[in-house]
């Protein structure tokens, strides 16, 4: 008989009239069956009402501190401490927004016992990162042991508005947790658009058992919501969930509930059932056109490019001037203040050479070009191969978080540049011997002929530097694309979708893509884990 977890769930509260509602009783009595429950409701009430959930709740305390969710669980761990959250075997993170369990949770935590992962939720979303949505996330050992999540909560401060909570905490907090090396898992993928309670919440709860439903289901407060005829009979039928504590919180709240119903009725889905197919006449006109227009294009780049080069070159003057006068400065500050540390990373390999090869290429046939690649304040990058030979320092990814590797110009670049002759074994730590983990991971191109051996050890030794949303560019040469391809399937990666999961703010993969097309005899191969 398997061992039962000791598991401690932190629950964040908040209600406008401040009142502990009947639904959010009967979600915490649930939640004591599977967990030692500690409560804090950002707001103030009375001993009568905080009665109400004693029973079920180790500790209930209700003060305002303005700091949201993040901010009760912040005075929950500051209350319990780390000693004592550290002797449970996983912390659940819950709150009130979701009307809860529609189903047993065991049958929930049984389900996500068998995934290999540290950390885990039930649902995922996107802002700047792929995130686990905070209405309920669980945290193994080696999360709630680490300084990682206490150095996180020890952060969390009063925010505008509860967009900013979502941003700065929401979003950062799987980010944050997957740099540190924890992987993660969510019961409803991210990327599972059929079954994501975000697109059609009834068909989850039927098709997939999902337990939770969340309150601005009613309230118009989830975009691509498809609408549903009666969500009553859904949720008689298909679960075991009083729809009397939906109703009398809805009426609490001050909502008509014929008005919810209506409005819940009409909701429709941003997303099209289907994207109507480009007619035969139409695609060849536009392949026409793109044989028509792509000289033109090309005169008027060239063009272009010989009237602007000169401004970049000085842009370029200007900006290693500027990354000079840093480093001075970072020397002088040192000098002055004994204590301070400049961030130092270091090249852990073997002494063992492998037949893998970057290769030089004439600069002076590949165009010059200007691409930003808006990466995120916190991204980390690993730019491998000669970035001036193939005309890329126009990236400008010369910040503190890049890295370069095997780089020959490092006129200015000797702190974050590394040589190796072991292309298949290699890897960085800092200062505290921490693994480092890159976001983005950009290979130049590569010399033609290498071995399968070395190419699937080489793909190998990346993946295990990257975090989930990691992307992964490859410049391979065109007759060896599809060896590339087969490769990194096998290693589990997956070409990079051009429209969403990026660690980036917005997607500049396929307009990266097509820039360095101008590398003529080599493929970009962009792939991520999942």
Known sequence: MREKKKRLCLFAGFDAQSEIADYVVYYLKALSQIADVYYW????????????????????????????????????????????????????????SCYA???????????????????WGVSAAYRQHIHLQSYFVVLKQPVIQSD???????????????????????????????????HFSSY???????????????????KRHFPFLKVKFFLGGIRDQAGVADWRQVIREDTNYP???????????????????????????????FYPQTSFLKKIIKQAG?????????????????????????VDRINRSYRGLQQKYDELLAQ?????????????????????????????????????????????????????????????????????????WQEDLKIRSATTDNLCDFKFVDESKNRLYFDFILVQPLEKGSSDKAVKEFIANLKEQMTFESVLALIV?????????????????????SERGLVVRSDPFQVYCDKIGSIKGYKALVYKIK
């Open 41 to 96: 409701g950002d707001f103030e009430t009375s001993d009568a009402e905080k009665a109400k959930i004693q029973p079920y709740c180790k500790e209930v305390y209700c003060a305002k501190h303005g700091k949201y969710d993040f901010g009760s669980w912040q005075e929950l761990i500051q209350k319990i401490g780390r000693k004592n959250i550290a002797a449970y075997d996983e912390l659940i993170l819950a709150n009130d």
């Open 101 to 119: 369990p529609l189903f047993d949770l065991s049958e929930l935590f049984s389900k996500m016992d068998k995934r290999n992962c540290d950390f």
């Open 148 to 182: 990682v999540f206490y150095d996180f909560f020890q952060q969390i401060k009063p925010e505008a508005n509860y967009c900013d909570v979502c941003a700065t905490y929401e979003d950062r907090f799987t980010y944050l947790l997957s740099k540190a090396g924890f």
């Open 188 to 206: 409803i993928d991210y990327n599972d658009i059929t079954n994501h309670p975000y697109r059609d919440m009834m068909a989850t709860i039927q």
């Open 243 to 273: 729809v009397s504590l939906i109703e009398e919180d809805l009426v609490r709240r001050g909502f008509d509930l014929s008005s919810i119903d209506k409005a819940v009725q009409e909701k429709q889905s941003e997303t099209p059932i």
């Open 290 to 314: 793109k044989i028509i227009l792509k000289p033109i294009i090309r005169l008027a780049d060239t063009y272009i490019g010989s009237r602007t080069s000169s401004y970049f070159y000085k």
């Open 336 to 408: 002055v203040n004994p204590d301070f540390i400049p961030q130092k990373i270091h090249l852990v390999n073997t002494d063992e050479k492998c037949d893998l090869k970057l290769t030089d290429i004439d600069a002076s046939i590949i165009k010059r070009f200007d691409l930003e690649l808006p990466l995120t304040n916190e991204s980390s990058v690993l730019l491998v191969g000669n970035i001036s030979t193939h005309n890329l320092a126009s990236l400008e990814l010369y910040d503190p978080q890049t890295i370069f590797l095997n780089n020959n």
């Open 477 to 497: 040469p065109n007759p060896e694309v599809e060896k590339y391809q087969q490769i990194l399937q096998s290693e589990g990666l997956h070409p990079a979708s």
